[in-house]
C-alpha cells in the first residue's frame, strides 16, 4: 500500500470508528442504565469537547479555533441552542427507538433541509435528488411497518428531532456568513456556549436525588461503573469526532468525504443489530439498506449538481445527521 493511499485510509478509518463508537455508546447510555440522563450526557460530550481541543491547540495538534469573544458568542448564541434542541430530541429519540430505525428516520431530515434549503436560498431540487427522497420515505415507511416494538414516543421525539435538525442546520448556514467562522470554530463556540445550558436544564429536569439514592447503594455499584465509563467514552468520542472529520475532509475530498458519510450509516446499522437485543426483521433490515441506498443516490446527486453548478451557486448540503448522537457526516456549511 503506498504513502498516499495510507495517509487518506487511516483518517477515514478513525472517522468511520469514532462514528460508531460514538452511536452505539450514546444507545447504552441513554437506554440501558436505571437513569437516563440526556442533558448530563450532553453536557460531558460538550465538555470533552472543549477540554480536549484546548489540550490538543496546546499540545501542537493541528486544532485551531477563535478565542471566546463577545460579539461572535451573542451572534452564535441562538445556532448553539438550535444546536442543543437537535441534540437534545435525538437523545430521547435514540432513548426509544432502536439504532437501525433512528438511522432510517434520520434521512427524512435530509428532505426537510432541502426544501428549507429551496424556500430559504432558493436552492434546486433536481430529478435524481427527488429518486433519493423517495427511496428515503420508502425505506421509513418500511421501517415504521416492521417495527414490532413500536414506541409512540420514540416516534414523536424523532419527528420533533427531523424538524430541529433542519431548522439547524438552515440557521447556522444563514449566519455563518456572518461571522466566518471554519470548522473547529463551530465546534468550539457550540460546546462551549451549550456546556453551562445544559448543565442549569440538567440540575432543573433530571432526577438526581433519585440517581444518588440508587447509586449510592453498593449492590448498583457494577452499574455505576458502567454508567461513568460510558459517559468518559462518548465525551472521547465526541471530541473524536469533531477532530477525524475535518481531517478526513483535508486528506481526501469533499466528494469521498460526503461518500463515506453515506455509506457509514450501514455498519452502524450492522454493529447496533448485532450489540443490542432488539429484535431484528427481514423488513429491518430491507429498510436499512433502502435507506443507505437513498443516501448513496443523495449524495451522488449533490456532487453532480455541485459540478455542473456555477461557482458561488447555493446548492443543497451532503447528507446530515446528528454529529454527536448518530456519528454521521456533518452539513456542509462553508
Not at 416516534?155 to 427531523?162: D, G, K, L, P, V
Not at 457509514?264 to 431484528?280: H, R, S, T
Not at 441506498?293 to 449524495?299: D, E, H, I, R, S
Amino acid at each position: 500500500m503506498s504513502s498516499s493511499t495510507m495517509q487518506a485510509a487511516i483518517p477515514i478509518l478513525a472517522y468511520c470508528g469514532s462514528s460508531i463508537t460514538m452511536t452505539l455508546v450514546n444507545k447504552l447510555v441513554l437506554s440501558h442504565f436505571q437513569f437516563h440522563m440526556v442533558f448530563f450526557m450532553l453536557a460531558v460530550q460538550a465538555f470533552g469537547s472543549v477540554a480536549l481541543m484546548v489540550l490538543a491547540n496546546r499540545v501542537g495538534l493541528n486544532v485551531k479555533y477563535r478565542a471566546m469573544n463577545k460579539p461572535d458568542a451573542k451572534t452564535w448564541f441562538p445556532v448553539a441552542c438550535s444546536q442543543a434542541l437537535m441534540l437534545y430530541t435525538g437523545g430521547k429519540a435514540l432513548e426509544y427507538l432502536n439504532v437501525p430505525l433512528f438511522t432510517v428516520f434520520k434521512n427524512l431530515t435530509i428532505i426537510a433541509v432541502a426544501y428549507g434549503e429551496k424556500w430559504v436560498f432558493s436552492a434546486a431540487v433536481t430529478p435524481l435528488m427527488l429518486t433519493s427522497f423517495g427511496l428515503m420515505v420508502l425505506s421509513s415507511l418500511v421501517g415504521a411497518w416492521n417495527d414490532i416494538a413500536f414506541n409512540g414516543w420514540g416516534y414523536f421525539w424523532m419527528s420533533f428531532n427531523c424538524f430541529a435538525s433542519a431548522t439547524f442546520v438552515i440557521h447556522m448556514r444563514k449566519v455563518i456568513k456572518e461571522v466566518n467562522f471554519k470548522d473547529f470554530d463551530t465546534v468550539y463556540f457550540n460546546n462551549l456556549l451549550t456546556l453551562p445550558l445544559y448543565m442549569v436544564l440538567s440540575i432543573i429536569q433530571e432526577n438526581w436525588t433519585g440517581f444518588f439514592a440508587y447509586y449510592s447503594d453498593k449492590a448498583n455499584a457494577d452499574e455505576l461503573s458502567s454508567f461513568v465509563q460510558g459517559m468518559l467514552v462518548s465525551g472521547i468520542a465526541a471530541f473524536a469526532i469533531s477532530y477525524c472529520s475535518p481531517w478526513c475532509l483535508r486528506t481526501t475530498s469533499s466528494t469521498t468525504y460526503s461518500m463515506i458519510g453515506a455509506l457509514n450509516k450501514l455498519p452502524i446499522a450492522l454493529f447496533a443489530m448485532l450489540w443490542f437485543p432488539d429484535p431484528i426483521t427481514a423488513g429491518g433490515v430491507l429498510a436499512v439498506l433502502l435507506g443507505f441506498a437513498a443516501g448513496l443516490v443523495y449524495t451522488h446527486a449533490k456532487n453532480v449538481q455541485k459540478r455542473d453548478q456555477p461557482q458561488g451557486t447555493q446548492v443543497l448540503p451532503q447528507p446530515i445527521s446528528m454529529e454527536r448522537l448518530d456519528g454521521s457526516s456533518r452539513p456542509n456549511v462553508k
